[in-house]
């Protein structure tokens, strides 16, 4: 086990010049092209300006049936300024999450395990040439100090485990990393504290490196592209760094599938490039990941540029207003329907609560600093020589819980999909066809009594409760249309077993 990091056998130098490799970049082009025609992109969000009302409405409609939305339809909707039609997209929005994903949303938290970065992204507080951050790696036994807190104190089941692009985080030490956490058994209260999903948000590997990764056993792999504008890229991603490689990041998630790791993520740093730009080439990733692999993205994360310590982000002309934010979001909704949509802490509780009915997952009781989960702060305060970007909302998982159980949400902790070989096109097709969510609702009810038995507060406890007793009533109410007698009867055993003491009950 890798436990110092001083023991790496090559040097930086080394490691970066034999990372990259063509031989896994050229089998995905078509022609020597990338699936982002940036021209034809254009043409489509200026024909895109002339769709009418009654045009956006069928598109609207389109949406339902939960398929990826073409590039022609896709530009007509993200250029909708009418208000009263935005409306009409927002509700959209809202019903097609509902009709795929329930009320049902995932927690997750961010994991950073060091600060150490061979790039210099012109927005990121981690940035080589940043003086003025702590560099660090964590080391195996700090991994696990810090997934306990959040296995244990906190009650995660899931995590997004974060790693720089440096020869100390490589794709062993990232696998290394993820054993560790999966090994944490930490009694708590009634049941146990320990982390069922490891995601994975990391630089693009080789298909070596991501191989290692699936054995370990990775939930999601994700690789933001960050902006699929080239210029755009190149401005911020230096061409000399390893990042500065668009295409190599670009078929990241591409190498992935190939390495056995179907389920993956995409995302677009919103604030690089005109938003609008950012939804079509995230549209077009997802069409060229189902054209090869049959199954696009499992999820799509939409963080926005947020102020890092000791950047200047003078530079930046695309700021995203609120408003633009919000409808950005309902535009991929409908765009990428199969798809679960990422809001994080970068935003503000506000920004949160707006968007989250048409969202699956967010963040909670995030901090982003290294070793920031172990150490003894509070949890509302930050240390920006730590930190890769200041956090917008940084409450507690209970104080969230409570919060979306007031909304009428279920926070499911399911992991039982890629547990049970629920993963990559069995997922999809289910969640296309509104198959999935039967499990799915099951499974958030005996996580979540799960979850409130041995780390809720009596009041988020209540309140869980009632949501948990109409969510028993919902599905019996679907009995026996789309549950049999058979499976309400072992729900409600299931339940009362995790009343009296079981855990990790799941269908
Ligand atoms: S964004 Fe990622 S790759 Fe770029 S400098 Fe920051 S940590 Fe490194």
């Known amino acids: 086990?890798?436990?110092?990091?001083?023991?790496?056998?090559?040097?930086?130098?080394?490691?970066?010049?034999?990372?990259?490799?063509?031989?896994?970049i050229d089998?995905?082009?078509?022609?020597?092209?990338?699936?982002?025609?940036?021209?034809?992109?254009?043409?489509?969000?200026?024909?895109?300006?002339?769709?009418?009302?009654?045009?956006?409405?069928?598109?609207i409609k389109k949406a339902y049936d939960i398929k990826l939305m073409s590039a022609e339809d896709t530009a007509a909707l993200v250029n909708v300024t009418d208000p009263a039609l935005k409306e009409e997209v927002f509700k959209a929005a809202r019903e097609i999450k509902t009709k795929v994903y329930d009320n049902r949303v995932v927690t997750f938290a961010p994991l950073y395990c060091g600060s150490k970065c061979v790039n210099s992204c012109k927005y990121c507080g981690f940035r080589c040439e940043n003086n003025s951050i702590d560099r660090r790696v964590l080391s195996m036994d700090e991994i696990e100090a810090e997934a306990r807190v959040l296995a244990a104190k906190i009650g995660h089941k899931r995590l997004v485990v974060v790693y720089g692009e440096h020869p100390d985080t490589d794709a062993e030490y990232i696998a290394e990393s993820m054993k560790r956490i999966y090994s944490i058994k930490e009694k708590v209260r009634g049941g146990v504290g320990e982390i069922r999903r490891v995601n994975v948000n990391a630089a693009p590997l080789p298909i070596e490196g991501l191989k290692k990764l699936h054995e370990a056993g990775i939930g999601t792999y994700q690789v933001f592209q960050e902006t699929y504008h080239k210029k755009t890229y190149e401005s911020v991603h230096p061409v000399q760094t390893l990042k500065g490689n668009y295409r190599w990041r670009l078929y990241a998630l591409h190498r992935a599938m190939d390495?056995?790791?179907?389920?993956v993520a995409v995302g677009a740093l919103f604030g690089l490039a005109p938003w609008r730009f950012e939804i079509m080439g995230l549209v077009a990733h997802a069409r060229d990941?189902?054209?090869?692999?049959?199954?696009?993205?499992?999820?799509?994360?939409?963080?926005?540029?947020?102020?890092?310590?000791?950047?200047?982000?003078?530079?930046?002309?695309?700021?995203?207003?609120?408003?633009?934010?919000?409808?950005?979001?309902?535009?991929?909704?409908?765009?990428?329907?199969?798809?679960?949509?990422?809001?994080?802490?970068?935003?503000?509780?506000?920004m949160i609560r707006s968007v989250i009915k048409m969202c699956t997952q967010r963040d909670a009781d995030t901090r982003v600093g290294i070793g920031a989960y172990v150490e003894a702060f509070s949890a509302h305060d930050q240390r920006e020589e730590t930190q890769q970007f200041i956090l917008g909302d940084t409450r507690s998982l209970d104080e969230i819980i409570r919060e979306l159980a007031s909304m009428g949400h279920i926070v499911s902790f399911c992991t039982a999909g890629y547990r049970c070989g629920r993963t990559g096109k069995k997922i999809?097709?289910?969640?296309?066809?509104?198959?999935?969510?039967?499990?799915?609702?099951?499974?958030?009810?005996?996580t979540f009594q799960e979850w409130?038995?041995?780390?809720?507060?009596?009041?988020?406890?209540?309140?869980?409760?009632?949501?948990?007793?109409?969510?028993?009533?919902?599905?019996?109410?679907?009995?026996?249309a789309d549950f049999s007698e058979a499976l309400w009867e072992h729900l409600v055993k299931a339940r009362e077993k995790i009343l009296s003491g079981e855990r990790d009950l799941y269908f």
């Not at 090869?292 to 695309?318: C, I, K, M, Y």
Request: hydrophobic share 35%.
């Open 289 to 350: 990941l189902e054209k090869r692999f049959g199954l696009g993205p499992h999820t799509v994360s939409v963080p926005r540029l947020e102020p890092a310590a000791d950047t200047d982000f003078s530079w930046v002309q695309n700021w995203v207003s609120d408003e633009d934010f919000r409808y950005l979001i309902a535009c991929i909704r409908l765009a990428i329907p199969y798809a679960g949509l990422i809001v994080t802490n970068r935003e503000k509780p506000e």
């Open 452 to 480: 409130l038995e041995d780390f809720a507060t009596p009041e988020t406890k209540k309140i869980g409760d009632e949501i948990i007793d109409k969510e028993m009533k919902e599905i019996k109410a679907r009995v026996p």
């Open 1 to 24: 086990m890798k436990d110092d990091t001083s023991t790496r056998k090559v040097s930086v130098a080394e490691w970066q010049k034999n990372l990259i490799k063509q031989s896994e």
């Open 27 to 59: 089998p995905y082009l078509e022609n020597g092209k990338d699936f982002i025609d940036e021209e034809a992109i254009e043409t489509a969000l200026e024909r895109g300006k002339q769709a009418s009302p009654e045009q956006i409405r069928e598109i």
């Open 428 to 446: 999809m097709d289910a969640l296309e066809s509104g198959r999935e969510g039967c499990f799915c609702k099951l499974n958030a009810v005996l």
């Open 259 to 263: 390495a056995g790791i179907d389920d």
